[in-house]
């Protein structure tokens, strides 16, 4: 029996059609898949629901299929049984769970979590970290690995998840770099309506409350309110639940001209690029892949001081770090770029040069492959 081979069965928590920053999930999935079907096993992805399917998973070796895998249910024991899986991969699960003493019950050898949930908390303390300590020793209700996406998280789970150090991993978020060229970025600016003399604020992500476009809104009111002949204007691209009550939000403050919702768009490499600017509010992340990509795009990145969310970023050297919730220091922050072409260009260079050399794609993978080859395959 070839002890490589391995089944493996990757869990999706969203459906197939789901955009965003699933992509570099996706992307797992497949250096997996390959690494899996290399060997001569196979790899199969459950959607709680599948319709449409990325191109790339699309070509990849990865089988889809649609099932909840939320519960030790009949139909995922089935699964388990038939497809004789070896190791499961979950995205932004608990390191203990019920359902990986199921799991493991039903033949399942490996367990792996790959944390990707945003947010600050807290190191667990007093009887609270008694209590996880001595649940997380119970072998068969824990996952046997978990990686974390940046190394201020795995420290999260060390202190606050108390999950024994020695079964957490850190592979670093990175993106592809993007591209820059001055062809698109004059046809960007040109198709959103920006003058030459314009400093344009880029901010992508979901319009909902926790990623704090209404805070951007607040920034640029408090903007024209006292700098009225700042040439700046904001794009927020990106939906979601809170797009409504923005654009009352904005229609409200007289900001129309000067804030606009781009709603969803797919080609935000190539509007970044339109960008001179990059603006970040959110109130917590993993780590976040918007962030990279504004500095990929050559954009100095404004950032609050929340740990998880400003871990990219070195204040007054690639981007700035403004008091968190504090709307006229970001604004002021925002009017000293503004006004200093030469800061401005200095922070632009600084920001593109990190994210190339320390959050590159292929610096990611290569890391995400080292950890995970000897978890499942020794």
Wanted: aromatic share 10%; charged share 25%; with cysteine.
């Amino acid at each position: 029996m070839n002890k490589d081979k391995k089944n493996i069965l990757l869990v999706s928590n969203y459906p197939s059609d789901t955009t965003y920053a699933w992509w570099l999930m996706e992307h797992f999935w497949c250096l997996l898949t390959d690494e899996v079907v290399g060997r001569g096993g196979e790899s199969f992805i459950v959607y709680p629901k599948l319709t449409i399917l990325s191109e790339k998973i699309n070509k990849s070796q990865a089988q889809a299929l649609e099932l909840q895998v939320l519960k030790p249910t009949q139909k995922l024991k089935q699964l388990i049984r038939e497809k004789h899986i070896d190791v499961v991969y979950f995205t932004d699960r608990a390191y203990f769970n019920p359902l990986y003493f199921y799991l493991k019950k039903w033949g399942v050898e490996i367990i792996i979590v790959h944390d990707h949930i945003p947010g600050d908390r807290p190191p667990a303390k007093g009887i609270k970290r008694f209590l996880k300590k001595l649940r997380n020793r119970l072998p068969f209700m824990t996952a046997d690995a978990v990686i974390n996406v940046s190394e201020l998280i795995r420290q999260r789970s060390i202190h606050t998840g108390c999950v024994p150090a020695h079964k957490t991993f850190t592979v670093q978020n990175g993106i592809e770099p993007i591209s820059l060229s001055s062809s698109t970025r004059l046809q960007q600016r040109r198709s959103l309506g920006i003058s030459d003399d314009t400093i344009a604020i880029m901010t992508t992500g979901r319009a909902h409350p926790y990623k704090r476009f209404d805070f951007i809104v607040t920034v640029a009111k408090y903007l024209k309110k006292r700098y009225p002949d700042i040439n700046a204007q904001f794009f927020l691209i990106g939906d979601g639940p809170q797009f409504q009550e923005l654009k009352q939000m904005i229609y409200d403050s007289g900001l129309e001209n000067t804030v606009h919702l781009l709603g969803y768009r797919d080609n935000i490499r190539d509007l970044l690029q339109a960008g001179d600017i990059g603006f970040h509010a959110s109130l917590g992340e993993a780590f976040s892949l918007s962030i990279i990509e504004y500095m990929s795009a050559k954009l100095p990145v404004f950032v609050p001081n929340i740990p998880t969310v400003c871990q990219a970023v070195t204040h007054n050297e690639d981007g700035f770090i403004y008091p968190w919730d504090d709307p006229e220091s970001a604004a002021d922050m925002l009017l000293h770029v503004i006004t200093d072409r030469n800061v401005l260009r200095q922070i632009s260079e600084a920001s593109r040069n990190k994210a190339s050399k320390r959050y590159s794609f292929d610096e990611c993978s290569r890391q995400f492959l080292e950890v995970t080859r000897p978890i499942i395959f020794e």
